[in-house]
């Protein structure tokens, strides 16, 4: 599953090969601020192109919701069903009831921080896929895929219930994401999704009365470093994992393609035999290329602390430089028209 802020970001994912991606529309997201975000007359579209590929497509609806959004809840999940939308993903109970009774499919978001097999029974009524908790370790969650299938635990569809995990891309310091550190500090709510990464910034931790600042052996300690499990991909698909989620749909489409490509093989090559050390490294100097702040394997294999980044921003290998805008592409010939700056300098 891919990110896609964009429409370049959801043609990316799915030249890259991805088997279904998600999306947010209009603010009630958790990507709501950092990417461009779709409109409700866009989902027609969306539905379309992917149809067309066989893609599935999944509208995020996980923010917390008040009263007075209601109406407008109800407006999209409407939109979305009748546009042929395969599914949303949420995290308020009104949303998803009101989505179960519309008769419109449900997932339910890591923001539920599900990490037990009592809270798949309990979220089962609504949702046929689960997003596990990302404090969980591989053991654990296939003890939950192992009782789901002993228990035969299904969802409203009647198939038995289906996990989820992220497996690329950023994490938060916060359980399963929710963090109040912005909402405290700059008044925008992370679980709004208007999270303004105050945790990815340095600081400096001063004894008030003494004055004193003390030092610590890394000036990111809120940051954690993104998550990639390209290496021990095996190990997740035997742990009874059924979808694959890549984190960053405010990322950009050069960053969407990559990472799909990459898993996409890794996938293949678990499948085939061929998953071996040597793709390993390819595939991990390909993920470093792209936007990242490092990697670690998350708690996946049993970690207890987090490894956290040790600079600001990216630590991408290759650099992006803007050097024009496509302002036409003529399909006939397959020429584009590109607007570019050029700088004169006297020598």
Known sequence: MSPAGTFESLRAALRAGADSVYFGVGRLNMRSRSSSNFSLDDLQKISKICR????????????????????????????????GISAIIAFDPGVMEYSYNQGMPAHISTQCNITNIESVKFWSKYGDVMVMARELSLRQVSEITKQIEEQKITGPSGNLVKIEIFCHGALCMAISGKCYLSLDNMNYSANRGACLQLCR???????????????????????????????????????????????????????????????????????????????????????????????????????????????????????????????????????????????????
């Open 201 to 347: 910034r340095s600081y400096i931790v001063t004894d008030k009365e003494e004055g004193f600042e003390l030092e610590i052996d890394n000036q990111y300690i809120m940051s954690p470093k993104d998550l990639c499990t390209i290496g021990f991909l095996d190990k997740i698909m035997a742990s009874g994992v059924k979808v694959l989620k890549i984190e960053g749909r405010g990322r950009s489409a050069d960053y969407v393609k990559t990472v799909t490509q990459c898993y996409k093989e890794a996938i293949n090559a678990v499948k085939d035999g061929s998953y071996s050390k040597e793709k390993i490294e390819e595939w991990e100097k390909r993920l470093k290329s792209v936007f990242n702040r490092g990697f670690w394997d998350g708690y996946y294999l049993g970690k207890e602390l987090g490894e956290w980044t040790d600079r600001y921003g990216s630590q991408a290998t290759k650099k992006k430089v803007y050097v024009g805008k496509v302002t036409n592409y003529f399909s006939n010939l397959m020429v584009a028209e590109i607007f570019m700056i050029c700088q004169l300098m006297r020598v």
């Open 52 to 83: 067309e590929q066989n893609v599935k497509t999944y509208l995020t609806l996980n923010t917390v919701v008040f009263d007075n959004e209601i109406d407008e809840i109800k407006e999209i999940i409407d939109s979305a069903h009748s546009a």
